[in-house]
């Protein structure tokens, strides 16, 4: 719909009335107040027979600046992952919640039931909505929790430097397809631009190229196997994580892109700049961690 809608605000607090043309009043539970002036509405329907309508509004430069945030010179490098679904350059670790395998076993047997059910009848249609349903269980807690991070995220700095990748083709990887699919990362980035956007934060996309195979103290490069978690440089001495190495570098990439500094880094054997490695992670380096 274009313009031909209108929201009318109800007596009771989220409660309101949406006119369609040719459907007419409607009522609706409204997730929040609507800011500027309404502009298009889109309804849909989905697999579980909810009905939704996603509102666009128009602010004007007020209301704009409303919604940004104070400035922030923190930054910091966002490295993705299957192991941890982030690691930040500050040497934090998002954990992976992995929505999707802990629902596979529902949605299998949702499936199993499904798949058993006489084509065109009633048993059917009910049992294809229980598998919607957990679809839709994945969806909505894969959705919360990226808007919950990025919302973390947004508060805490106010530069993003993020890989530039090309998640569709990774996607064709057999062997890792279903662990990247869960882990959504089109989604996480997509929303971060966003919120970037609104709070008037900066993103910058660099070349995942060799993010992990170069020592982010010294710039030696060497093959890293998705198998080896911990990056020991012979060059330098330094011991870090895979993950942490890597979203320093992006970070870097991403500060250079910008045309800010680099950071100084002195040249000692054996420094550990950003991430102390205990002895039992040494130990345990060729390990899944």
């Given at each position: 719909?274009?313009?031909?809608?209108?929201?009318?605000?109800?007596?009771?607090?989220?409660?309101?009335?949406?006119?369609?043309?040719?459907?007419?009043?409607?009522?609706?539970?409204?997730?929040?107040?609507?800011?500027?002036?309404?502009?298009?509405?889109?309804?849909?329907?989905?697999?579980?027979?909810?009905?939704?309508?996603?509102?666009?509004?128009?602010?004007?430069?007020?209301?704009?600046?409303?919604?940004?945030?104070?400035?922030?010179?923190?930054?910091?490098?966002?490295?993705?992952g299957l192991k941890a679904f982030a690691y930040l350059s500050t040497g934090e670790a998002i954990a992976h919640p992995r929505f999707f395998r802990a629902e596979e076993a529902a949605l299998a047997r949702a499936?199993?039931?499904?798949?058993?059910?006489?084509?065109?009848?009633?048993?059917?249609?009910?049992?294809?909505?229980?598998?919607?349903?957990?679809?839709?269980?994945?969806?909505?807690?894969?959705?919360?929790?990226?808007?919950?991070?990025?919302?973390?995220?947004?508060?805490?700095?106010?530069?993003?430097?993020?890989?530039?990748?090309?998640?569709?083709?990774?996607?064709?990887?057999?062997?890792?397809?279903?662990?990247?699919?869960?882990?959504?990362?089109?989604?996480?980035?997509?929303?971060?631009?966003?919120?970037?956007?609104?709070?008037?934060?900066?993103?910058?996309?660099?070349?995942?190229?060799?993010?992990?195979?170069?020592?982010?103290?010294?710039?030696?490069?060497?093959?890293?196997?998705?198998?080896?978690?911990?990056?020991?440089?012979?060059?330098?001495?330094?011991?870090?994580?895979?993950?942490?190495?890597?979203?320093?570098?992006?970070?870097?990439?991403?500060?250079?892109?910008?045309?800010?500094?680099?950071?100084?880094?002195?040249?000692?054997?054996?420094?550990?700049?950003?991430?102390?490695?205990?002895?039992?992670?040494?130990?345990?380096?060729?390990?899944?961690?």
């Amino acid at each position: 719909y274009g313009n031909s809608f209108h929201v009318l605000s109800g007596s009771k607090k989220n409660k309101g009335t949406l006119v369609l043309s040719k459907l007419g009043h409607v009522k609706m539970v409204m997730h929040r107040a609507i800011k500027g002036r309404p502009k298009t509405a889109i309804v849909k329907r989905t697999p579980t027979g909810k009905w939704y309508v996603s509102i666009s509004a128009e602010l004007n430069e007020e209301e704009l600046q409303e919604k940004r945030l104070p400035a922030c010179p923190e930054e910091v490098g966002i490295d993705v992952g299957l192991k941890a679904f982030a690691y930040l350059s500050t040497g934090e670790a998002i954990a992976h919640p992995r929505f999707f395998r802990a629902e596979e076993a529902a949605l299998a047997r949702a499936s199993r039931k499904l798949s058993k059910a006489p084509r065109g009848s009633k048993e059917r249609e009910k049992k294809r909505t229980v598998v919607a349903r957990v679809h839709e269980r994945i969806v909505n807690r894969r959705k919360n929790f990226i808007e919950q991070e990025v919302c973390k995220l947004i508060k805490r700095f106010g530069l993003f430097a993020v890989e530039a990748l090309v998640v569709r083709n990774m996607i064709r990887n057999p062997n890792l397809a279903k662990s990247i699919a869960d882990a959504s990362w089109s989604m996480f980035f997509t929303h971060l631009l966003d919120k970037a956007e609104e709070a008037g934060r900066v993103v910058v996309r660099v070349n995942p190229a060799y993010t992990s195979q170069t020592c982010s103290a010294c710039g030696h490069r060497q093959p890293m196997p998705l198998s080896v978690r911990v990056y020991e440089c012979p060059h330098c001495g330094l011991v870090i994580h895979r993950d942490h190495n890597g979203s320093l570098n992006i970070l870097e990439e991403g500060l250079k892109a910008v045309g800010r500094h680099s950071r100084v880094i002195p040249e000692a054997p054996g420094l550990q700049p950003w991430g102390v490695v205990t002895p039992h992670e040494l130990s345990s380096k060729h390990k899944t961690v």
